[in-house]
């Protein structure tokens, strides 16, 4: 039986990096900038054509390693996607919380499954605050998140289904996509067959 522990207790939480104005896109930039706008939140992913730019880094910015977990904090859609195979050096931008596992007994693809899920999402409505213009989950809310630790075997299977339902999703569209263009084109052959 696991037990439950609050986020901020086996997770290292930093925000993202935050800029005085607009990011000067540059192809040649020296670092790269995973923003809101590459999430894909049907797939729980980013793109991998990410912007390029040359930072002015402080000393709270935390350049983004394998298996951090990044967690949107503005908007209405509070997701958490993991990540996994950056192209180079590579910083969050401010609307996000950079959150590190730092627990033994914590698997950051079970994290990333429990972050995304109802019990999370009520959670973040009933403690968030508003921004000027939309929702915003402070830092201390997100630190507070109670959760449930089963044991690593568990935690591997869950993490594990939950990519093969990712799978199964892309998989299902693809499918989809495919009957679309072959009824089409069964339809198309018909008229000109006529």
Partial sequence: MGMDMKL????D???GHITRGKIDVCPSGSHYLLQAKDVDAARMSYKTDLS???????????LLADGDLLFLAK??????IRVEALPGPALAAASFFIVRPTSQDLLPGYLCWYLNQAPVAQYLI???GRGVHMPVVRRAVLENIEVPLPPLDIQTKIAG???LMLKEMDLLQLLGKKRSELITAACLQTISDN
């Fill in 13 to 15: 939480i930093h925000s």
């Fill in 52 to 62: 390029r730019f040359h930072p002015v880094l402080s000393r709270s910015d935390r």
């Fill in 75 to 80: 908007g209405t859609h509070n997701i958490t």
């Fill in 8 to 11: 901020k207790d086996m997770s």
């Fill in 161 to 163: 289904m939950s990519q």
């Fill in 126 to 128: 009933q403690h968030s």
